[in-house]
């Protein structure tokens, strides 16, 4: 049987005081709808329904990436209203999932058992028991425990508020139920809205089956309604981030300090102190130790490393036993072989740095193979750019390359040579030659310095 999901996501956010619709705001830098259908996909489901009104525009630029129908709410009434503007592509025997879309949370293990709730009977809501429910829809059962309507708080009765089960407007129906039940729907309530919550009691007056689910974490049913919601949500996510990180093998010095913004895979005994800011897709070897603020990003780090404070990698690859930083910065392209090492205020883009090579102060590899064991010295630049093009720079294995020296590209550094402090270098040096291009040094005696003028 398919799986159809409908996702509603027409609300402004007023609350949220932006231009940007609600659903866009993001969650670990993903906009909080991207969550939820990246989460449907992973079920498996056959068709995703974004039903939008608000910032249409935004919202199909933001989710280009994504395919999706796009569903038109123009005007805003209510709920029912919504999964009104979808039907027309959910099929009569198909499953037919519907979510919120500002509630980012929901885990793949959560609607699966949803899913399966709905197995045995003809209408499977999601439910949460919560210590105070106030403004939420209250789940209403009869003697025998069975679901028989929903009912919103504000046309709720002093008694049916003190239920605490509530609504999470998530629920799962076969097509041609939700088809036959949206059109008996009326707006003849407190708010003058179509609300989706009433097909519940059509189900209990049919005699149907209504079962239930609930989360493992209540958090995962959240929705956001402004910015101190969507805070409270980012360190909840990013807790449970952290819990999966160190159930993977990671010790983390504070899990409350750590932020995760894509997808990590990590080995054994990594090591993370505070601070510390994964993105993308981020892969990390057996035994590393990263230091303090840190931001690792599209990159792969190898076993036994060590990462300084203060470090960034950006689209790096750094090999097995490599040290980096404190403060150093790799950036797309870099490359760091087996026992490499950047040290402090050292910059690498594009640049290969050979195994066992260092780089350890103040200086920018741009453009730039370096062989095998050499030796970069303090304020040494690879002059990659003309101004106009790039160009690339080759130090050959056992170069020692003295401080403060510029190597203007192209240029090859053959193996072995050796370049003197505060060079200049615009010609190719031969093998296990010295090279040293500088101005002549002149002692003058009996040198006046200036006095300052009255």
Not at 350 to 365: D, E, F, M, T
Not at 411 to 422: E, H, L, P, Q
Request: aromatic share 4%.
């Amino acid at each position: 049987m398919a799986l159809s999901v409908i996702i509603l996501a027409a609300g402004k956010g007023t609350r949220m005081k932006s231009d940007l619709p609600k659903v866009l705001h993001k969650i670990a830098h993903k906009p909080m709808v991207e969550h939820i259908i990246d989460t449907v996909c992973e079920l498996g489901c056959d068709t995703v329904n974004l039903v939008y009104g608000h910032g249409g525009d935004l919202l199909k630029s933001s989710l280009s990436h994504k395919q999706v129908n796009w569903c038109l709410q123009a005007e805003q009434l209510g709920t029912g209203h919504a999964v009104m503007q979808a039907v027309d592509n959910i099929g009569d025997k198909d499953d037919v999932l519907i979510l919120v879309g500002d509630a980012p949370l929901i885990s793949g293990d959560t609607l699966k058992r949803l899913i399966n709730a709905k197995q045995s009977a003809e209408l499977a809501l999601l439910t949460v028991d919560l210590d105070d429910p106030t403004g939420m829809g209250r789940i209403v059962r009869d003697n025998t425990n069975n679901i028989t309507e929903i009912v919103e708080h504000k046309d709720a009765s002093d008694e049916q508020r003190r239920i605490n089960e509530i609504n999470t407007g998530m629920m799962i129906m076969q097509g041609n139920n939700l088809k036959r039940w949206l059109g008996q729907l009326s707006s003849d309530n407190a708010q003058n809205e179509y609300y989706l919550t009433d097909v519940i009691a059509m189900a209990a007056s049919e005699g149907l089956q209504i079962s239930s689910a609930q989360p493992d974490w209540h958090r995962e049913v959240e929705g956001v309604n402004n910015r101190v919601q969507l805070a409270s949500l980012e360190r909840a996510y990013q807790f449970k981030q952290a819990e999966i990180l160190m159930h993977s093998g990671a010790s983390l010095a504070d899990p409350s300090r750590i932020d995760v913004r894509g997808n990590i895979s990590i080995g054994k005994d990594l090591s993370v102190d505070v601070n510390v800011v994964f993105e993308g897709n981020v892969v990390i070897g057996n035994n590393v130790s990263i230091g303090a603020n840190c931001i690792l990003r599209d990159c792969e780090i190898g076993d036994n490393t060590k990462i300084e404070a203060f470090s960034l990698v950006e689209q790096a690859k750094v090999d097995n036993n490599c040290t980096l930083g404190p403060y150093a910065r790799l950036r797309p392209g870099a490359d760091l072989r087996e026992g490499a090492k950047v040290g402090n205020f050292v910059e690498v883009k594009k640049a290969v740095i050979g195994k066992g090579a260092k780089v350890n102060h103040l200086s920018y590899i741009g453009d730039a193979d370096v062989g095998a064991g050499s030796n970069i010295g303090a304020g040494t630049i690879t002059c990659n750019y003309d101004g106009v093009n790039k160009f690339k720079t080759t130090i050959g294995e056992g170069v020692f390359v003295g401080s403060n020296s510029s190597l203007v590209a192209p240029v090859n550094i053959d193996a072995g040579a050796t370049i003197g402090a505060g060079s200049t270098v615009t010609k190719d040096v031969e093998k296990d030659s010295l090279a040293i291009a500088r101005g002549k040094q002149r002692n003058i005696s009996g040198w006046q310095k200036p006095v300052k003028k009255k």
